[in-house]
């Protein structure tokens, strides 16, 4: 108990699941877990986000089909690098990219090319639809998930899932990386490994299950 407490005393706060959650902070053995509370904490999600500087407008609880709608949603206007298409999504889903692309994408870049990432390439977020083959909605269906194709370097460089996983060398590294970046964050992370249907993008979702595929 003695150590417990020091250990909770002592931890940076992104190890210490009792202290509030710090986006701009690296990821640690606590932050799946914080992130993962922010579902049933609205006015901290938000808090979160603002103290990071992302720039969103809030979005009205609503009703769009069959176990389809958006709660606790917003529309992310800017981030810490454009998005190819406008994304509407729930605040937990948005807190997670946003951590993704801080400590994860953006950093692999430089670390890899010495090149920032200037766009990211989606195949959007919000859609009142299944999961492909099945009658169960996906995660897309309320608002918390993203389909991630490709990324846009200062460079000019251009590396894309479909072209560029498992071909080894940089690019083929810097999707590894990311990919497994995603499944520390999020709660579900499918690439191409997974199935046809992921062969040309990552899917991040902050769903209620648990994969790494």
Not at 3 to 28: E, I, K, M
Not at 35 to 40: D, G, P
Not at 95 to 122: C, N
Not at 152 to 177: A, C, M, P
Request: hydrophobic share 35%; with cysteine.
């Amino acid at each position: 108990m003695a150590g417990a407490s020091l250990f909770l005393w002592l931890a940076p706060p992104q190890h210490n699941p009792f202290r509030p959650l710090a986006l701009n902070d690296p990821p640690g053995i606590a932050s799946h877990y914080k992130l993962t509370q922010m579902k049933n904490h609205r006015e901290a999600c938000f808090a979160a986000l603002d103290a990071t500087g992302v720039l969103y407008t809030p979005l009205p609880d609503t009703e769009d089909g069959p176990a389809c709608g958006k709660q606790d949603a917003l529309t992310l206007d800017r981030s810490l690098t454009p998005y190819s298409a406008t994304l509407s999504m729930t605040c937990t889903q948005t807190a997670v990219l946003y951590s993704w692309e801080r400590h994860v994408a953006r950093p692999a870049a430089m670390e890899l090319f010495g090149s920032q990432i200037v766009r990211i390439d989606t195949f959007g977020s919000f859609s009142c639809r299944n999961i492909a083959g099945t009658t169960r909605r996906s995660q897309h269906a309320t608002a918390n998930a993203i389909d991630i194709a490709g990324f846009q370097l200062e460079d000019g460089r251009v590396i894309n899932v479909k072209t560029h996983w498992g071909t080894g060398g940089k690019e083929g590294e810097f999707l590894k990386r990311l990919h497994k970046g995603g499944c520390r964050l999020f709660s579900v992370t499918l690439g191409p490994d997974y199935n046809a249907a992921h062969a040309d993008h990552f899917h991040f979702d902050k769903g209620p299950q648990r994969a790494c595929k």
